[in-house]
């Protein structure tokens, strides 16, 4: 290294340095270890995604009475907790066994038409006055993560390849 790229680099990492205003923390989320954990306990994302989800369907619903609101919520939100649960795992699973650009839209487009199919039938089934209505949201919520995801996963196998 030239004594040039040497003063370049310590003043570049002087200037970054000064721009860091933020305090350090031994931990970097911010967050206390109780808080952390709860943030990343599975059974919390489920109980979100249930009462999230759920509560969009009885509000979808509201105007065809609380018998019927009520059902599409409690239908939506099991999906959305059991896909909550799956979701992740099977985009991790696919995109690891597929190469390159099949990785990235092959695990997405597969889960977004099992959500779709799971998500009409059930509420068919269920006698849901508004189904797309009450889909729209936890359908969206769920593609968009899933194309999200999958495109991290396969960055994050790029970067790792590229290190090693």
């Not at 509000?59 to 999906?79: C, I, K, M, Y």
Request: charged share 10%.
């Amino acid at each position: 290294m030239s004594f040039v790229s040497f003063v370049v680099n310590l003043f570049l990492h002087r200037r970054v340095r000064q721009l860091d205003y933020a305090p350090r923390r031994a931990d970097p989320a911010g967050l206390n270890p109780t808080l952390a954990s709860f943030a990343r306990s599975s059974v919390t994302h489920v109980a979100f995604a249930f009462l999230a989800m759920g509560g969009w369907a009885v509000f979808a619903n509201a105007l065809h009475g609380p018998e019927r609101a009520l059902l599409a919520g409690l239908v939506q939100g099991t999906l959305s907790g059991l896909l909550t649960l799956g979701l992740k795992r099977f985009l991790e699973a696919a995109v690891a066994r597929l190469p390159g650009l099949l990785a990235l839209t092959i695990p997405p487009l597969l889960s977004c038409a099992g959500v779709l199919a799971l998500l009409l039938t059930a509420h068919r089934l269920a006698g849901t006055p508004n189904i797309w209505t009450t889909i729209s949201v936890p359908y969206a919520v769920s593609s968009t993560y899933a194309w999200i995801y999958s495109l991290m996963l396969v960055l994050a196998r790029r970067r790792a390849a590229a290190v090693s």
